[in-house]
């Protein structure tokens, strides 16, 4: 794979990095989000290195786009693995109050340190940190119950620092998503663009679509077939009527409307990362 070609230029990295680092150093807790439909390719495989004696909890939003059987094997396995973690959907506010005693619990050592060493009422603070559009803006919002952050369905919508009073005890920190590359995993940058977390015109729209029809017809029989009455794209484009010049299927607008559907969940509740063993 690469790098380069997905924006994983070295200074990006670097720079990355740094103000990651940097804003560590600020925060008792990490609160790291991660998109349900691709719960591997969208963590930071760096946090761990970086975090060593933060407080984390890991919340998967866009739980509604994804495969809930899928979503509930991960839970599974990252539960077993000690991890504190939650699925939402980060738009509503149904999961604020597990939410708050998640981040209760993960604090609780550091509250109690500081309880004696007699530094008592001071707020907590969390950075939420993950991937372009993952919803860290929008979570944010929801725990607060009011428009505190900006929005907005494509990556880099929050361009620097911003903190957040939620309450006397807890202080939140919405930064802008970063990405991160994963050189095991030739297929992470295609997934990561395919839900919307990499700029749409840094990888091929062929090559998205083209991993997504196989992906589909390998993992979820019968999507196309249901959808759209055909599963390659010239099929689809046929069905869709979406003809070019001489009646030729437009590929291009065939292309352009099935990611766009996969996208908003008009595909229905779809995981492009497997849960069990080999993730490709
Ligand atoms: N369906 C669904 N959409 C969501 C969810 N969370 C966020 N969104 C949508 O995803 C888009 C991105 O949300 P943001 O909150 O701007 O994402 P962000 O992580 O702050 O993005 P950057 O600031 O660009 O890094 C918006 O259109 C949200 O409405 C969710 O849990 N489910
Ligand atoms: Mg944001």
Known sequence: MQAENYGWYPGHMTKARRMMEENLKLVDLIIELCDARIPLSSMNPDIDALATGKARILLFTKADLADDKATAA?????????????????????????????????????????????????????????????????????????????????????????????????????????????????????????????????????????????????????TLAAKYGAEDIEGIARSKHLLAAGAEPDTERAQRLVLDDFKNGRLGRITLDLPLGDNR
């Open 74 to 222: 991960f839970m599974k396995r990252f539960e077993e693995q000690g991890t504190l973690c939650l699925t939402m959907d980060a738009r509503t506010k149904a999961k604020n109050k597990e939410v708050l005693s998640l981040v209760k619990k993960a604090c609780s050592e550091r509250i109690e340190r500081n309880r004696r060493r007699g530094i008592i009422g001071r707020p907590m603070r969390a950075m939420v940190a993950g991937i372009p559009n993952v919803g860290k803006s929008t979570f944010i919002n929801s725990i607060m119950g009011r428009s505190a952050a900006k929005t907005g369905n494509k990556p880099g919508v929050t361009r620097g620092r911003q903190w957040v009073r939620l309450s006397a005890d807890l202080e939140l920190m919405d930064t802008p998503g970063i990405t991160w590359p994963k050189f095991d995993d030739p297929d992470t940058a295609i997934r990561l663009a395919l839900v919307g977390s990499i700029k749409e015109d840094i990888i091929h729209r062929q090559e998205l679509c083209d991993y997504l029809l196989t992906f589909l017809r390998t993992h979820y029989e019968g």
